[in-house]
């Protein structure tokens, strides 16, 4: 047996093991709120892992895959109708029992998650783009929102604030921070994707403020993880008020910078002009 279907093999194997770790039986049903989150992301990204695999193999024999390809009811059987290579028919059938078993484990664990009921989920989800899962990630890593001091310091707990990097007066800020709750950063930020191309009413203050900090700063990533920041801290306040979300109270402008008492500096022009009527009179 080659060496290219022993890591597939056993590629399979460690995930298949993953996904019957990941099915919580019915009595722990009151800590999947803790863990839902990072079981669900887990699951997901092994079954995408293995699915993106599958798709480098048919790559390197020439069969090319559409984007949604694995997204349909009947990829198996196109799947199975491929030309494929016998060592990459061999490959295909072990990773697809590990594949469904990855599916099935993740579909048991929504419709458990969807069998519990906290009204601060219910809250949270009418916030534009943030579904159950997603309120319910934030509702287990905040737990109580009265514990935190601000705002600033529920970004920083959900890794979203940028790294600091200062000597002396000067202060540099770099990427986003990952010492936080990375599912919670995951989230926000997959929320915040879905958010940019909504055209509902109750999301255009949140758009705006998208719209206004990629024209500021010139990085649609930067506006993507500045609105995943904004979205957490919204959900903190309607957490810690208990209220609904109010299109009407979210500031769509960005935080300005403030005003330097330094003077202007002259551009090169200006400087040019100025040496020429010098120089004439």
Same mark, same amino acid.
């Given at each position: ?69 694995? %997204?349909? /009811? +009947?990829? =198996?059987?196109?799947?199975?109708? &491929?030309? @494929? ?55 287990? %890593?905040? /737990? +109580?929102? =009265?514990?935190?001091?601000?705002? &600033?310091? @529920? ?66 990533? &930067? ?59």
């Amino acid at each position: 047996m080659s060496r290219r279907i022993l890591h597939a093999l056993n590629s399979s194997r460690r995930t298949y093991r993953v996904a019957e770790f990941c099915c919580i039986p019915l009595e722990y049903q009151d800590r999947v709120i803790g863990f839902h989150g990072q079981d669900c992301s887990r699951l997901m990204r092994q079954r995408v892992t293995m699915l993106n695999t599958l798709r480098g193999y048919l790559k390197q024999e020439g069969v090319r895959l559409s984007e949604k390809f694995f %997204a349909q /009811d +009947d990829w =198996k059987q196109q799947l199975a109708g &491929k030309k @494929v290579s016998d060592t990459l028919r061999a490959i295909i059938e072990a990773f697809r029992p590990a594949i469904d078993a990855l599916a099935e484990g993740e579909a048991e664990l929504i419709e458990r998650l969807r069998g519990l009921e906290d009204a601060r989920t219910e809250l949270l989800e009418s916030v534009p783009s943030i579904g159950m899962l997603s309120a319910m990630t934030v509702v287990s %890593a905040l /737990d +109580d929102a =009265k514990r935190f001091d601000n705002r &600033k310091c @529920v970004a920083n707990y959900g890794a979203l604030t940028p790294t600091i990097f200062q000597t002396g007066n000067e202060v540099h800020l770099g990427r986003i921070n990952r010492d936080g709750r990375q599912e919670v950063r995951r989230v926000m930020l997959q929320c915040a994707h879905v958010l940019v191309r909504m055209k509902s009413p109750a999301s255009r203050p949140l758009r705006e403020f998208f719209l206004r900090t990629e024209r500021q700063t010139g990085s649609k990533k &930067k506006a993507i993880v500045a609105l995943a920041r904004k979205l957490l801290t919204v959900c903190y306040g309607m957490l810690k008020s208990g209220k609904a979300f109010d299109p009407s109270k979210v500031e769509a402008k960005p935080p300005r910078r403030k005003a330097s008492n330094a003077p202007a500096r002259e551009s090169t022009g200006q400087r040019v002009r100025t040496y020429q009527l010098n120089r004439v009179a």
